[in-house]
């Protein structure tokens, strides 16, 4: 069973058609229906709930009657609602589930409201809104043998119990329902968005838009979904980005290596690992072995540094790889464009520590090492959310060093506090872009591993030369490849709708600089400007096509090209260049070489690839449409 429940300020609905053959007989009066000040309770009947009904039924009331006491309502509306999932039950067991919850919670005292199975409906809801108004559970019948391997640790993820605050760089910790969000309405929609713990992407993100208009990333019929096909542009942008994660891994102190992308099933300290992780796998068989595709790099990080001899004077000891790729079976319902993926490329670090204290030096230097891989792509602090996530023992023996976040990052952040460990690690934050349908994902991340090292018997010698057990530190300082592709675009798409012209980091554009002849008697003096840029390894074009000047501009201003030169007669007797800059609309007349050190300005540090496309506009394929 999947439920969404909503505090709103009133739910009303009204009978369209029917949805089934053979609905649930209703009277006129039921035809509509409305209640104020109430839990909304969505609720889609799933197919493995035929294997234990009753126990969906208690289930679900427990959940009801939770949420219902902590937002103090009295009225609960059960809605029946099928889009929750793809796997539903019988219409018959669906409405008898749904009546025994509407029949217990009437003798549990409470008003109740149920809208008619098996119609077409219309309705009106107002949410609250505050961080308890939205909130999902996922009910699971005892003894329900699913065809995917689901891990222990994504079940229970559920069923854990958070605390939920706001802490300032002053270090006060305030409950999240007691913070004034006033000025802070990106973490007030990334609080909303944890709490709710709701994941289904029902509208289309305008990233999706904008990857499809610029020809940069496409879905795959011919593969399963959330596996995706790149055209040129956007293998352009997403490599570019790769080489640039790498290097700025590698320069801070971590040594590349390569791992495979499948693991056996068997193997004792895998599967240990699998059930403490929350992911679900894509399951190989070859023979009659079992195999899972990695969802991390953690697995070959791991078994090679159980096989190496460690000292206490290697550490602490960094070790990093780019997955291309990482698998998580991701639901259907949460897969959007890149912000969700089943296949993505992950840059992934491991750290061994000897100590906490050593440990906790590192998570502050690549919690610092992750605001500056963001900030460039173009992504400041302004531009995300932090969430750090601890046990209450944690707080309790280490509040300094928490509070030193906040104050390093200089905005409030969001906490979840639990009362007992549940997973492998201590502590762990992470950055947060909230898009343009208040939707979050988590860019770069950090966490202190305590369980692993013993798990897969990765030790280092002391300085007494006795074998003891390291911590590891987990961090992804950008997050998933395909992850920083989609904050880039809903940033953009954010400004756009601020009226502020969208264009990419001048070293992520696919072309930078674009050659435009107003005749084809200058088309030599735009070849020669062009080579000259390509020479200095600027990724340039030229719109060599027969439509008129002010149509090869649009088309240029269409693409996000940062510079574009027009060239004529004049420019080519005085030897100069014409150029209208994208960040500031300026049309400037200048000489070539002032051109190639603006723009060595802007991309000095940064990695560079050629260009992905034909020189000539007139070359090119269309790839969609």
Aim: hydrophobic share 40%.
């Amino acid at each position: 069973m999947r439920m969404l429940l909503i505090h709103s300020d009133y739910l009303e609905y009204e009978v369209k058609d029917k949805a089934l053959k053979n609905p649930e007989p209703i009277k006129s009066e039921d035809k509509k229906g409305r209640l104020d000040e109430v839990l909304a309770v969505f609720i889609s009947v799933e197919k493995a709930d035929e294997t234990n009904p009753e126990e969906v039924v208690e289930k679900a009331l427990t959940e009801i009657k939770d949420v219902a006491g902590q937002i103090k309502v009295s009225r609960v509306f059960v809605y029946p609602f099928a889009h929750l999932s793809s796997e539903l039950a019988k219409p018959d067991v669906a409405l008898e589930v749904l009546r025994k919850i509407e029949e217990n919670l009437k003798e549990e005292g409470f008003e109740v409201k149920r809208a008619p199975f098996g119609y077409y409906k219309a309705f009106k809801l107002s949410c609250k809104g505050h961080p308890l108004a939205e909130l999902s559970r996922t009910i699971v019948p005892t003894g329900e043998v699913k065809a995917e391997e689901v891990p222990e640790a994504l079940k229970r993820e559920e069923e854990l119990v958070s605390y939920w605050y706001i802490l300032t760089p002053e270090g006060e910790l305030i409950e999240v329902d007691k913070f004034d969000f006033t000025g802070h309405e990106n973490l007030r929609k990334f609080a909303n968005y944890e709490i709710s713990k709701s994941r289904i992407a029902d509208r289309e993100p305008p990233h999706v838009r904008i990857m499809l208009d610029h020809e940069l990333v496409d879905y795959e019929p011919g593969s399963d979904p959330g596996n995706l096909r790149y055209y040129p542009k956007g293998r352009l942008i997403k490599g570019l980005l790769e080489q640039y994660v790498t290097e700025k891994v590698v320069e801070y102190g971590a040594m590349e290596v390569e791992t495979p992308i499948m693991y056996d099933f068997e193997h004792p300290a895998l599967e240990k690992y699998l059930n403490r992780f929350p992911a679900r796998q894509y399951v190989v068989k070859s023979g009659d072995k079992k195999f899972f595709l990695r969802f991390a790099a953690c697995f070959g990080q791991f078994l090679i540094k159980k096989d190496a001899t460690i000292s206490y004077r290697h550490l602490p000891l960094r070790m990093y790889e780019l997955t291309r790729y990482s698998f998580r079976r991701e639901k259907s319902g949460e897969l959007s464009g890149l912000r969700r993926l089943r296949a993505f490329t992950m840059p992934d670090m491991h750290t061994v520590a000897k100590d906490l204290k050593q440990a906790m030096d590192e998570f502050k230097k690549q919690y610092k090492l992750s605001m500056e891989v963001l900030r460039g792509v173009g992504l400041t602090p302004d531009d995300y959310e932090v969430a750090i996530r601890f046990t209450e023992d944690f707080w309790n023996e280490n509040r300094d060093f928490v509070v030193e976040l906040a104050r390093i990052i200089g905005k409030p952040v969001l906490i979840e506090m639990w009362k007992q460990r549940f997973f492998y690690f201590i502590l762990k934050f992470e950055f947060n872009f909230v898009d343009n349908l208040d939707k979050a994902a988590a860019l770069s991340t950090v966490q202190i591993d305590v369980e692993n090292a013993e798990r897969f018997g990765i030790t280092y010698y002391d300085e007494e030369g006795r074998e003891r057990y390291p911590l590891i530190l987990h961090c992804s300082p950008s997050g998933a490849i395909e992850r920083v592709m989609y904050a880039v675009l809903e940033k953009q798409a954010k400004l756009q709708a601020k009226g502020v012209k969208p264009m990419f980091p001048l070293w992520l554009s696919p072309i930078q600089v674009r050659v435009i002849p107003v005749s084809d008697e200058v088309l030599d003096y735009a070849l020669y400007v062009a080579g000259k840029l390509e020479g200095a390894k600027i990724r340039v074009d030229v719109d060599d096509t027969g439509d008129r000047l002010n149509k090869k501009i649009r088309k240029a201003e269409k693409e996000w090209i940062p510079y574009v030169i027009v060239v004529g007669r004049n420019e080519k007797e005085q030897n100069t260049i014409t150029v209208r800059r994208r960040s500031d609309g300026k049309q400037v007349e200048m000489q070539l070489e002032d051109l190639i050190r603006e723009i060595r300005s802007q991309t000095e540090g940064f990695p560079y690839k050629p260009r992905p496309l034909p020189l000539l506009l007139s070359k090119r394929p269309k790839f969609r449409g």
